[in-house]
């Protein structure tokens, strides 16, 4: 062969070799230079169809290719050859371990393999590492966590108290996840925080709502700061002393708008009450929709009398507002137990008071502030009232 | 000491020891070894629970994350309540009852409900032993000490 054909045929020898890496890269990587990989739950890689031969020559020209790693991999394992997948996939972890789509396809490998113990710690760092990963591995988390699978690498991953952990109980809760298997993970967190939290709020809703309401209110009593449990009445902050969180049994103002509710609730600073702030609620007078405030309370059975003082301010346009405890049955407030007395009008602070008997069968009720309908069904208010120092004792 | 001295003594006599009676008497047990926080049921709702309180007959005794406290009944029974349990002070147990109780829980509403019972639905034995899975140092997964030690001396 002569020099110039020599070196044609290196020549095109490099170029094809080139087409193979550029055509192997044009799979592995999209045309904004990020790489096309596995996401958990998303073989989009493995499933690439990239043949064998094709990625082990890449491999060749670039051992460090992680990308065909993972891709010959999910080809070995597709054709029924895992022990070569997870040499495949060793190799890849070997070289990437904290690589992203690394992480997630050995994770998901072991899971096929029934390997929890290993995909689990895997799991955790893919969650703690990349936030974008979470909705899909939580789901395998949570799934993880309700076969009580592997309870000692748990134990473990609990045991450093990962960031993710609060999000990971709120996806759970708010996917329907049985609330009593992430109570030990929110007990985990609360020690801490000891404060309410978006997790302690849906996994407190998730047990009341499924009318198991001793754990709710355990699970709560566990999230109030020491200095409020000094004295949890039965109805909780009735001094309205301190800002509501508006979880748990605590008081939980309305949250809608005053146009659209047709009220407004504060507990600011007032004249003439036991402590310095009392609860105000102020009508608009138009229709009212909804309860201003409310409070969830867990009572046993028995005689109770609540006591307050109440201070009407032009209270008019309607047939005025009353406290109402009723029983709550699958999340839902259904028939009334007590009622107070018709606020209406004006007046100074006075006292008020009314006796409650809580039933059997009715393990947790809600107490709210309620206006009444007129005969057409609507009730309209203008005005306001102050209330303070709610007390309930059982008689 | 003339008769108006000592009527005054008594007077003053009887009004110190009045609250100590109230105290000693106002109650069938009492807290020791108060660990954490320890919430007792009061008139009004609950209230923490401190080193000797006096506890009056269907006291609830609650613990929260973290506490513990032995109920000491004034006939020498002893209950130990460990984190997140509750316990209702009775009378007309035997002190072995009361601290099998504390110890294995009830259903809700009787005497000594265990938290851990109340936690597990009841029949979710799947869900049961994930959340024991999950292997956290709780009474509320344990579902009780898993080394009982009976405190009664009855």
């Known amino acids: 062969m002569s020099v110039a054909a020599r070196r044609a045929a290196i020549v095109v020898?490099?170029?094809?070799?080139?087409?193979?890496?550029?055509?192997?890269?044009?799979?592995?990587?999209?045309?904004?230079g990020r790489p096309r990989l596995p996401a958990v739950g998303q073989n989009s890689a493995a499933e690439a169809n990239v043949d064998r031969e094709t990625l082990r020559q890449a491999l060749r020209s670039n051992p460090g290719q992680i990308d065909a790693l993972l891709?010959?991999?999910?080809?070995?394992?597709?054709?029924?050859?895992?022990?070569?997948?997870?040499?495949?996939?060793?190799?890849?972890?070997?070289?990437?371990?904290?690589?992203?789509?690394?992480?997630?396809?050995?994770?998901?490998?072991?899971?096929?393999?029934?390997?929890?113990?290993?995909?689990?710690?895997?799991?955790?760092?893919?969650?703690?590492?990349?936030?974008?990963?979470?909705?899909?591995?939580?789901?395998?988390?949570?799934?993880?966590?309700?076969?009580?699978r592997e309870p000692a690498t748990?134990?473990?991953?609990?045991?450093?108290?990962?960031?993710?952990?609060?999000?990971?109980?709120v996806s759970s809760c708010e996917r329907g996840m049985d609330p009593a298997i992430l109570v030990p993970l929110l007990l985990e967190r609360t020690p801490s925080s000891r404060s309410p939290t978006p997790e302690s709020a849906c996994v407190i809703d998730r047990l009341r709502v499924s009318d198991r309401w001793q754990q709710a209110y355990q699970v709560?009593?566990?999230?109030?700061?020491?200095?409020?449990?000094?004295?949890?009445?039965?109805?909780?902050?009735?001094?309205?002393?301190?800002?509501?969180?508006?979880?748990?049994?605590?008081?939980?103002?309305?949250?809608?708008?005053?146009?659209?509710?047709?009220?407004?609730?504060?507990?600011?600073?007032?004249?003439?009450?036991?402590?310095?702030?009392?609860?105000?609620?102020s009508y608009n007078g138009k229709r009212q929709s909804g309860v201003p405030i409310a409070q969830y309370l867990a009572l046993a059975p028995g005689a109770y009398g609540l006591?307050?003082?109440?201070?009407?301010?032009?209270?008019?346009?309607?047939?005025?507002?009353?406290?109402?405890?009723?029983?709550?049955?699958?999340?839902?407030?259904?028939?009334?137990?007590?009622?107070?007395?018709?606020?209406?009008?004006?007046g100074d602070w006075r006292h008020f008071a009314f006796e409650i008997k809580v039933?059997?069968?009715?393990?947790?009720?809600?107490?709210?502030?309620?206006?009444?309908?007129?005969?057409?069904?609507?009730?309209?208010?203008?005005?306001?009232?102050?209330?303070d120092d709610l007390v309930l004792r059982h008689l | 000491m003339n008769t108006k001295t000592i009527a005054m003594s008594a007077a003053l006599a009887a009004a110190l020891a009045a609250p100590l009676a109230f105290a000693q008497g106002g109650g069938v047990a009492r807290l020791k070894d108060v660990k954490g926080n320890v919430l007792v049921s009061?008139?009004?709702?609950?209230?923490?629970?401190?080193?000797?309180?006096?506890?009056?007959?269907?006291?609830?005794v609650i613990t929260t994350?973290?506490?513990?406290?032995?109920?000491?009944?004034?006939?020498?029974?002893?209950?130990?309540?460990?984190?997140?349990?509750?316990?209702?002070?009775?009378?007309?147990?035997?002190?072995?009852?009361?601290?099998?109780?504390?110890?294995?829980?009830?259903?809700?509403v009787a005497a000594g409900v265990g938290i851990a019972a109340l936690l597990i639905p009841a029949g979710g034995a799947g869900i049961a032993s994930g959340v024991a899975g999950v292997g956290i140092d709780s009474t509320l997964f344990r579902g009780a000490n898993p080394t009982p030690t009976p405190l009664s001396p009855n």
């Open chain 1, 13 to 32: 020898f490099a170029l094809a070799l080139v087409w193979r890496v550029l055509h192997v890269n044009a799979v592995l990587y999209d045309d904004n």
């Open chain 1, 71 to 148: 891709m010959l991999a999910g080809r070995y394992e597709s054709s029924g050859d895992a022990k070569q997948a997870s040499r495949a996939l060793d190799a890849a972890y070997q070289l990437a371990p904290d690589e992203r789509n690394v992480l997630a396809a050995v994770a998901e490998f072991q899971l096929r393999q029934g390997d929890v113990a290993r995909a689990l710690p895997l799991l955790d760092r893919l969650v703690d590492t990349y936030p974008e990963m979470r909705p899909g591995a939580f789901e395998i988390l949570g799934q993880l966590l309700s076969e009580g």
């Open chain 1, 154 to 169: 748990w134990k473990r991953i609990l045991a450093r108290k990962p960031a993710w952990l609060g999000l990971f109980i």
């Open chain 1, 220 to 281: 709560w009593l566990n999230t109030l700061p020491r200095e409020r449990l000094s004295e949890v009445g039965f109805v909780f902050n009735g001094s309205f002393e301190f800002a509501p969180s508006g979880q748990g049994f605590d008081w939980r103002p309305t949250r809608a708008l005053e146009r659209d509710s047709g009220h407004s609730v504060e507990m600011p600073q007032a004249q003439g009450v036991s402590g310095k702030r009392a609860l105000r609620v």
């Open chain 1, 307 to 346: 006591s307050g003082l109440a201070r009407p301010l032009s209270i008019t346009a309607g047939r005025g507002v009353e406290w109402t405890l009723r029983c709550v049955k699958a999340g839902t407030p259904s028939e009334t137990i007590a009622t107070s007395e018709r606020f209406v009008g004006s």
């Open chain 1, 359 to 387: 039933p059997a069968g009715c393990p947790g009720q809600v107490l709210q502030l309620e206006a009444l309908a007129t005969s057409d069904g609507y009730a309209y208010l203008s005005g306001s009232i102050w209330f």
């Open chain 2, 42 to 60: 009061q008139q009004s709702g609950l209230a923490s629970g401190g080193e000797a309180s006096r506890l009056p007959e269907h006291t609830r």
């Open chain 2, 65 to 108: 994350a973290g506490a513990e406290v032995i109920v000491v009944y004034d006939n020498g029974c002893e209950v130990r309540l460990l984190e997140n349990q509750r316990f209702e002070v009775v009378v007309d147990k035997a002190c072995a009852a009361l601290v099998a109780e504390s110890l294995f829980g009830q259903p809700p």
